[in-house]
């Protein structure tokens, strides 16, 4: 029997994703235009045997969310900028400490208070450079309601693969977006969990590369008992300060997602069989550059889109492949140019780059996109 659509919100979606892939703890503040995630979270969880929990402010939600983790359950917080900004700190710690976790930022216009319940895709290089140090980083951006059911699951499913925080990066528009949408079966999904240890307490090490670049990870309160620390650290957890094991661990850490690229990289062509002119975009200003490219073709035009459903990791082979054939290049976003200035630097010389940079809270228009392409020709 055919399952009947039902109208979901953005915000609702990435709350029953979540639960739907395991999560059972959110800790949280509430922070337009994310505050949704949370109360669609408060309802949700309990019904299923999970702990919501709302948190003086946005550091020690991130916090919780991180101890939860640590002690076995698959754990989500949600924010917007000036909320992500604060959480940095903990983020660090999450990488360094290689503790999973999924955080979701609905993205508003900044810097600082910035526009609170409009539009923006500001966060995108914080995503990527937010915390200091050098580190890898998994990001998501889904532009459609079904998109962000399956990347939130992917996101969680990164996040226990890899033992890191995963970002989802929506922007305002996506997450307040409501259709009717049929949802996958829940037998269909694939659910990863983390790697557990196969050795007794008294084996274990937290840290042990001897298991690969990813070491299994044991939970706390199941009889293992070890340190964890945002310093640098030895394969016990204990911190150490020497060189050659700093730098082999920084390396790992990079190596375990930039090995995997391939199969963290998703990305979507649109007409670009024959396409002279090539947009990048992502999220809900990749719509409104879909019906641009959809009237440009009326009108004869060859320009194509390559949209990011992961914004991080790029697919730099394939970015410079287009960069090295298209006549010109245009990339729509809400922000002052922050995908722009990256893909810029793969496109050197060899191609003419079209800026749309909005930050006024109002969606890029197809229109706006359409006359940026006939500029292009």
Same mark, same amino acid.
């Given at each position: 029997?055919?399952?009947?659509?039902?109208?979901?919100? =953005?915000?609702?979606?990435?709350? #029953?994703?979540?639960?739907?892939? =395991?999560?059972? @703890?959110? +800790?949280?503040?509430? /922070?337009?235009?994310?505050?949704?995630?949370?109360? @669609?979270?408060?309802?949700?969880?309990?019904?299923? =045997? +999970?702990?919501?929990?709302?948190?003086?402010?946005?550091?020690a939600a991130m916090g919780t969310i991180i101890g939860a983790s640590l002690a076995g359950v698959k754990s989500l917080t949600a924010t917007s900028g000036p909320g992500f900004s604060l959480k940095q700190e903990n983020i660090g710690y999450a990488y360094m400490a290689e503790v999973p976790c999924v955080i979701c930022n609905v993205m508003r216009g900044g810097p600082s208070t910035g526009l609170p319940t409009a539009l923006a895709q500001a966060d995108i290089m914080q995503a990527k450079w937010g915390t200091h140090g050098d580190h890898p980083v998994i990001a998501l951006t889904p532009a459609?309601?079904?998109? /962000?059911?399956?990347?939130?699951?992917?996101?969680?499913? @990164?996040?226990?693969?890899?033992?890191?925080?995963?970002?989802?990066?929506?922007?305002?528009? /996506?997450?307040?977006?409501?259709?009717? /949408?049929?949802?996958?079966?829940?037998?269909?999904?694939?659910?990863?969990?983390?790697? #557990?240890?196969?050795?007794?307490p008294e084996k274990y090490f937290p840290y042990d590369t001897a298991y690969g670049d990813v070491p299994p990870m044991a939970n706390f309160f199941e009889g293992y008992r070890y340190h964890v620390t945002g310093l640098s650290h030895d394969k016990t957890g204990f911190p150490t300060t020497d060189p050659e094991l700093v730098q082999a661990d920084q390396e790992r850490h990079l190596r375990k997602v930039n090995w995997k690229k391939n199969e963290i990289v998703d990305y979507e062509y649109?007409?670009? #069989?024959?396409?002279?002119?090539?947009?990048?975009?992502? +999220?809900?200003?990749a719509r409104a550059a879909r019906v641009a490219v959809d009237n440009a073709r009326k009108s004869g035009i060859k320009v194509g889109m390559m949209r990011f459903r992961v914004i991080w990791p790029l697919p730099e082979a394939e970015i410079l492949k287009l960069c090295g054939r298209a006549k010109a290049i245009i990339v729509p976003e809400m922000n002052m140019g922050q995908?722009?200035?990256?893909?810029?630097?793969?496109?050197?010389d060899r191609t003419k780059i079209?800026?749309?940079?909005?930050? =006024? +809270?109002?969606?890029?228009?197809?229109?706006?996109?359409?006359? #940026?392409?006939?500029?292009?020709?």
């Open positions: 029997m055919k399952k009947s659509a039902r109208f979901y919100s =953005g915000a609702e979606l990435v709350a #029953k994703a979540a639960i739907d892939a =395991g999560c059972r @703890f959110y +800790g949280g503040y509430p /922070i337009t235009p994310s505050s949704e995630i949370a109360e @669609f979270m408060s309802v949700m969880l309990p019904k299923v =045997g +999970g702990t919501y929990v709302q948190m003086e402010d946005e550091i459609y309601l079904e998109e /962000i059911y399956e990347l939130t699951i992917k996101a969680f499913n @990164f996040s226990e693969i890899y033992r890191i925080p995963v970002m989802l990066m929506l922007d305002e528009v /996506i997450a307040h977006l409501s259709a009717a /949408i049929n949802l996958p079966e829940k037998e269909s999904l694939v659910i990863k969990d983390r790697r #557990k240890p196969s050795v007794p649109y007409l670009m #069989k024959d396409a002279e002119i090539v947009i990048f975009a992502y +999220g809900s200003t995908l722009s200035d990256v893909i810029e630097r793969y496109a050197a079209i800026r749309i940079n909005h930050v =006024g +809270g109002v969606p890029i228009h197809p229109t706006d996109i359409h006359n #940026k392409i006939r500029e292009a020709l």
